[in-house]
Structure formats: structure tokens, C-alpha cells
């Protein structure tokens, strides 16, 4: 069973940074695909950007890609998500996933998931 914990939510104003982590715990990390997904008040879950076991593979959603970087570090267990130049619409609370297979875009494929961490843009 892995337990995943995000942190480093927060408020920014708009064209600001953040990064959010996502901390693992009870299984071996480096196994694991992992997905960062978004969900703002009202609307559905949407995917936001993956990374491979490996950190070899990564794939964005075309609202994001060139403004958010996701990475990881197999020997701290964490996966990141630099988003910068922030714009309200990305007002959201984003949650960290995990699963033992290749990255995919779809929520339902992942089995682990984290408590989610609130990033708000302010403009």
C-alpha cells in the first residue's frame, strides 16, 4: 500500500511560481508511474502532467505544457511540480497519483492517490 502526501500549496499571484511536492511512503517508489491531476471547485478532475519510473518519459496537458515541469527524485520518494507563470485558471487543488505501470493521462488507471493541496492565482 503506498501513501502519498502532497505539500507546498499555497496562494500566488498571477505570472508567480510554486512548486508542489507529493511525498510516498510504504511501497517502492521507483516503480511507479506518477500523475499530478487538478480539480477546481465545480469542475471535473483533469489530468495535469505524468512522469515515468524513471523520470525518463514526462507528458503535459496542452493547458500547462511550458509553464509546469514535473520531476522526481527516486532517492527522496517525492515527486515535484514547478508550475510557473501561474494564471487564475489554474486555481485548483492538485492532487498526486500513483501506479505501478507506464504513465497514462487517465485518472481512473491510477490506484494511489494523495490528499490534494490547494493552489490558488490570484489576478
Known amino acids: 500500500q503506498v501513501q502519498l502526501v502532497e505539500s507546498g500549496g499555497g496562494s500566488v499571484q498571477s505570472g508567480g511560481s510554486l512548486r508542489v511536492s507529493c511525498a510516498a511512503s510504504g511501497g517502492t517508489f521507483s516503480r511507479y508511474a506518477m500523475g499530478w491531476f487538478r480539480q477546481a471547485s465545480g469542475k471535473d478532475r483533469e489530468f495535469v502532467a505524468a512522469i515515468s519510473w524513471s523520470g525518463g518519459n514526462t507528458y503535459y496537458a496542452d493547458s500547462v505544457k511550458g509553464r509546469f515541469t514535473i520531476s522526481r527524485d527516486n532517492a527522496k520518494n517525492t515527486v515535484y511540480l514547478q508550475m510557473n507563470s501561474l494564471k487564475p485558471e489554474d486555481t485548483a487543488v492538485y492532487y498526486c497519483?500513483?501506479?505501478?505501470?507506464?504513465?497514462?493521462?487517465?485518472?481512473?488507471?491510477?490506484?494511489?492517490w494523495g490528499q490534494g493541496t490547494q493552489v490558488t492565482v490570484s489576478s
Open positions: 497519483a500513483a501506479r505501478e505501470s507506464t504513465i497514462t493521462v487517465v485518472s481512473r488507471r491510477y490506484d494511489y
